[in-house]
């Protein structure tokens, strides 16, 4: 089984990714990775596009149509179909995506750390709640600890498919928006706290993903259907050929096409044709 690693910093537009990730776009230039543009579902809402991300399915038929409508969805994901493959899953992820695909609702003691291979279809789970968020006060979990934690889960559990999702940059947005030098200061910090772990990960074996769930407008806005709500930038590192570099990705596209790269069956429920082949 080939193995993966998806890492969906939230809530970075298009337009930030590609003039302020200074190290991703380097590797761009030296041919180690491939960059798209990718379009999220509508509503551009971020538990919207999290179910849609693991389902390959709109939000009109999974019915997580907003931040508020969280609950256990019964569709085949990634996480259920590597594992039914006999592979390891990891999350390093908001509760939200505990909740989803492994069990709900999400009990603090219980759930923060979850290592029950066998038992649900995430196999080993590092999970934060973001309990208190607000406009003057984040509740985000620094992102090198992040990115330590997955890593960590692929050298000690064996991981083949892990998921990384932070929200400190969509929280920065809404709290700043785009045109302000706070934001290219996060997104600069950003880049350089993820570059080191990039390397590594690809020594592992693994072939990362890097990418966002939704947009944002410069308002710090998203959930409608303008283009810097839905459009992000999608980096991809491996061997796989992809389309051509002016395609917009359809993002549910995303579920079929890990899959696929790493071997395993792509379930009828996933329609969408896979991207990297």
């Given at each position: 089984m080939?193995?993966?690693?998806?890492?969906?910093?939230?809530?970075?537009?298009?337009?930030?990714?590609?003039?302020?990730?200074?190290?991703?776009?380097?590797?761009?230039?030296?041919?180690?990775?491939?960059?798209?543009?990718?379009?999220?579902?509508?509503p551009s809402t971020s538990a919207c596009c999290y179910a849609s991300i693991h389902t390959g399915l709109s939000?009109?038929?999974?019915?997580?149509?907003?931040?508020?409508?969280?609950?256990?969805?019964?569709?085949?994901?990634?996480?259920?179909?590597?594992?039914?493959?006999?592979?390891?899953?990891?999350?390093?992820?908001?509760?939200?995506?505990?909740?989803?695909?492994?069990?709900?609702?999400?009990?603090?003691?219980?759930d923060i750390e979850y290592d029950e291979p066998g038992e649900g279809p995430i196999s080993h789970g590092r999970f934060h709640t973001m309990t208190g968020y607000g406009h003057d006060n984040q509740m985000t979990p620094s992102d090198v600890d992040l990115f330590a934690t997955l890593t960590r889960l692929c050298l000690v559990k064996g991981i083949d498919y892990g998921i990384l999702h932070t929200c400190t940059l969509d929280s920065m947005g809404h709290r700043f928006g785009h045109d302000v030098t706070a934001m290219d200061n996060a997104c600069c910090a950003m880049d350089a706290m993820l570059a080191p772990f990039i390397p590594k990960w690809r020594a592992a074996g693994y072939e990362v993903i890097v990418t966002a769930d939704h947009g944002q407008s410069l308002r710090g806005h998203h959930g409608g259907a303008s283009e810097d709500q839905q459009d992000f930038a999608f980096y991809y590192f491996g061997e796989a050929k992809g389309p051509d570099p002016g395609a917009i990705l359809d993002q549910l596209a995303l579920a079929p096409t890990i899959l696929s790269r790493m071997g395993v069956p792509v379930p009828a429920s996933m329609t969408a044709a896979p991207f990297l082949g």
């Open positions: 080939q193995k993966l690693l998806l890492i969906i910093l939230d809530g970075v537009p298009y337009g930030n990714w590609r003039r302020l990730f200074g190290n991703l776009e380097g590797w761009v230039a030296s041919g180690e990775a491939r960059v798209w543009r990718m379009r999220s579902v509508l939000p009109q038929v999974h019915r997580v149509t907003s931040n508020e409508t969280i609950f256990r969805i019964e569709h085949p994901d990634i996480f259920s179909e590597v594992t039914k493959a006999g592979g390891l899953t990891g999350a390093v992820t908001h509760s939200f995506w505990s909740e989803f695909f492994n069990r709900h609702p999400f009990d603090y003691v219980r």
